[in-house]
């Protein structure tokens, strides 16, 4: 069975940080784009950032670029979103999702290029 899970969050105060990893069960991460978003209460989910593939490109939302960062860990199927600087705008539950598109800082990301998500882990910022 195909499943992403995300795990990491939890509550943290203005100017802290967390690392979110997103594992990859029966779906092998380093071959495909990975993208995260967020939805905060009655908001639209919106995209945070993308991991591409070989050679690694990137792509943030100018919310988070300069505090949110992406890496992989192969050997652990996982993807690991590091955010830092974390301010309370940032409280959401976080999503990972596969996509069938590529990532570039050039191309917008969107959720509909995505065919697989998890199920959220919750990020709260708060003092």
């Known amino acids: 069975q195909l499943q992403l899970v995300e795990s990491g969050g939890g509550l943290v105060q203005p100017g802290g940080s967390l690392r979110l990893s997103c594992t990859g069960s029966?779906?092998?991460?380093?071959?495909?784009?990975v993208g995260w978003f967020r939805q905060a209460p009655g908001k639209e989910r919106e995209a945070v950032s993308c991991?591409?593939?070989?050679?690694?490109?990137?792509n943030f939302a100018d919310s988070v670029k300069g505090r949110f960062t992406l890496s992989r860990d192969n050997a652990k199927n996982t993807v690991y979103l590091q955010m830092d600087m974390l301010k309370l705008d940032d409280t959401a539950i976080y999503y990972c999702?596969?996509?069938?598109?590529?990532?570039?800082?050039?191309?917008?990301?969107?959720?509909?290029?995505?065919?697989?998500w998890g199920r959220g882990t919750q990020v709260t910022v708060s003092s």
């Open positions: 991991l591409g593939t070989s050679g690694g490109r990137t």
């Open positions: 029966g779906v092998l991460l380093d071959r495909h784009v």
């Open positions: 999702a596969r996509g069938s598109t590529f990532c570039d800082a050039s191309v917008p990301i969107r959720p509909v290029q995505y065919n697989l």
